[in-house]
């Protein structure tokens, strides 16, 4: 057989084919969700009248009640009602961990039907959000069609890729591709401006860089799902590369920011023409399945030589006025210029300062220890980490506010490097006096998963201060779970196969069940300190922590409390059976000398 005789239509598009079978199944569900609409709406009125004979249940002390009524009742109703993912996920866990063998047992009882209540607080926000009454068809719909549309137009994107962004070789590697979009990451669009500043050497012409930032929006102010925004960005994508030149070149910087690099140019008013076209292109709404979504988008610009000589200084100075465009009503563009917001220049001014520090390495940057307490021994059992800036002008800069600027720059990467090599230091040095060491867990940021970098940082400073990899604990939040990221699990695994120990942080507050956590290598959940604050005095948030713990337990998870500060709050975690705990009750975080008075004491 000839292999250059041209490929018949349907195997060249075959992402095109696919799709279509997809649309025509979805089309043919739209008739079975309808006949299922009358049967939902019995089985949420089910559901809603099991909560009550849950509350009803614990109150008497019936655990056979629970037990023999309420587990096969409640699976039933929501195979009924077919809700949301999220609720399936807790119909999952229901099924997999329950019910107990309690024969008797009150507490326990307390225990399982707290799990229940945390499935039913689901099902009501689900009902709430998406309208009972026709949620059967509507979430059919917009899950199918949000998936055509991201596989169809995922496909196309890929296909694209080297004829519209041939230049893009330096990020051809699978890690550096955004698999959402089909976009190079931040290192492109860095890549791509070094190229260019080449080029434009100054008096030769004017180099341009927008930020092209989206905040969606639904068109009655209901929150939007995972998948709508997925969706939004996606057609963001599209429309964003059909109204950009094919010399300029398009990248992915976070969540909802793209980054337009475009070519040397003699004028320097084309960026603005260009981010004029952007935002023509942009501002009509999205329609996903009969929703209408505004896109709400605002692009900042910054040119080479005016604003920036360096990719980061005009990534950088693009987010910014990017953001203060942002404070407009419209869908409007910002130039990057001396009379942002003073706020916009204090960013920018702390970013410098931050590099700074980093590069002189002068003790303005260090890191406090905040110890974790054995709830059964009382013991000290590990420490997490916090980085600290000292300012020599302005004095303690609160983490919340450096991290987060970091955040926005590529500067978090060398932040997080300097924080891992600090702390495996210190491990080394209370090695050298400890008869047992103490395990210490690093906040890391979802920007340190870009790339390949992460298990490579890890190893090398593990390997410099010759530190066994179990004594370093690596804590993500719960929300980059969720982030539609192919290559998270394969990087997690990369470093529980080091040895390195994983924790999910601030769990509680995203969207996941622990059933979707089977996928991830973890060891330690900490429930957020959100939770925590009004446990004893919210019977929700104590529900939730109860079915938390419990739930984690029967996955072989330990479990570790944020932010306790009183005795009862420590009483009732101890009752409920929590592994570990942290907060102002114990310590504040301290720096590694009063750490050493504490644990040679």
């Known amino acids: 057989m000839d292999d250059s005789a041209p490929k018949p239509l349907w195997l060249r598009n075959t992402h095109l084919v696919a799709g279509m079978l997809v649309v025509v199944t979805a ?25 009550q004979d849950v509350e009803n249940s614990i109150a008497a002390a019936d655990p056979a009640f629970v037990v023999a009524a309420m587990h096969e009742k409640l699976l039933d109703a929501i195979d009924g009602a077919q809700f949301s993912s999220a609720v399936m996920d807790l119909r999952e866990d229901i099924a997999t961990f329950g019910p107990p063998a309690i024969d008797g047992d009150a507490v326990a009882a307390a225990s399982y039907g707290a799990a229940l209540r945390q499935a039913f607080w689901t099902v009501s926000r689900d009902a709430q959000l998406a309208n009972i009454r026709t949620q059967q068809i509507q979430m059919g719909i917009v899950a199918t069609g949000a998936i055509v549309l991201i596989l169809l137009i995922r496909s196309v994107a890929a296909a694209q890729q080297a004829a519209h962004q041939p230049r893009r070789t330096p990020t051809s590697h699978p890690s550096q591709i955004d698999p959402l979009t089909g976009l190079g990451r931040i290192d492109s669009v860095r890549d791509r401006l070094s190229e260019l500043l080449k080029v434009g050497a100054p008096g030769s012409g004017f180099v341009g860089m927008l930020a092209v930032g989206i905040q969606p929006e639904h068109e009655h102010f209901l929150p939007l799902t995972r998948l709508q925004l997925d969706a939004a960005l996606v057609e963001t994508t599209t429309r964003l590369r059909k109204a950009v030149r094919a010399t300029d070149f398009v990248a992915r910087l976070a969540r909802d920011e793209l980054a337009v690099a475009l070519p040397v140019s ?16 942009l501002d009509a709404p999205i329609v996903l399945d009969g929703v209408s979504i505004r896109p709400n988008p605002r692009v900042g610009i910054a040119i080479s030589p005016l604003d920036a000589v360096t990719p980061d200084g005009l990534i950088e100075r693009a987010r910014l006025a990017r953001r203060a465009a942002s404070d407009s009503p419209a869908a409007v563009y910002r130039s990057y210029s001396e009379n942002l917001a003073p706020t916009e220049l204090g960013t920018l001014q702390m970013l410098e300062d931050l590099r700074a520090a980093l590069a002189a390495d002068d003790g303005q940057l260090w890191v406090a220890y905040q110890p974790k307490i054995d709830l059964r021994t009382e013991r000290v059992v590990g420490f997490e980490a916090l980085a600290r800036w000292d300012h020599p002008r302005l004095g303690r800069i609160g983490p919340a506010d450096f991290i987060q600027v970091a955040e926005e720059s590529d500067l978090i990467l060398e932040l997080g490097t300097w924080v891992l090599d600090s702390v495996c230091a210190q491990l080394a040095n209370w090695r050298s006096y400890l008869d047992e060491p103490i395990p210490v867990s690093v906040n890391v940021s979802s920007r340190q998963f870009e790339g390949t970098g992460i298990a490579s940082v890890v190893r090398a400073a593990l390997a410099k201060h010759d530190i066994p990899a179990e004594l370093l604990e690596l804590e993500l939040t719960e929300t980059m779970l969720l982030e539609d990221r192919q290559d998270l699990v394969r990087m997690m695994n990369d470093l529980s196969d080091l040895g390195v120990k994983i924790a999910i942080d601030d769990f509680g507050t995203g969207y996941s069940a622990l059933s979707y956590l089977k996928q991830f290598p973890i060891d330690v959940l900490k429930i957020d300190r959100a939770f925590i604050r009004e446990i004893g005095g919210d019977d929700g948030d104590e529900a939730i922590s109860t079915a938390i713990i419990s739930m984690a337990h029967s996955m072989a998870l330990q479990v570790v409390a944020e932010g306790v500060e009183t005795p009862e709050q420590l009483s009732i975690l101890r009752t409920l059976g929590c592994d570990a705990a942290q907060g102002f009750y114990f310590a504040h975080p301290a720096p590694p000398a009063e750490i050493r008075h504490r644990t040679t004491a």
């Open 27 to 51: 089309l043919a569900s739209v008739a079975v969700l309808q006949l299922r609409a009358t049967s939902a709406r019995r089985a949420a009125v089910s559901v809603a009248s099991l909560s």
């Open 266 to 281: 003699p004028r320097v008013e084309d960026p603005g023409r260009v981010a004029s076209k952007v935002l023509g292109a």
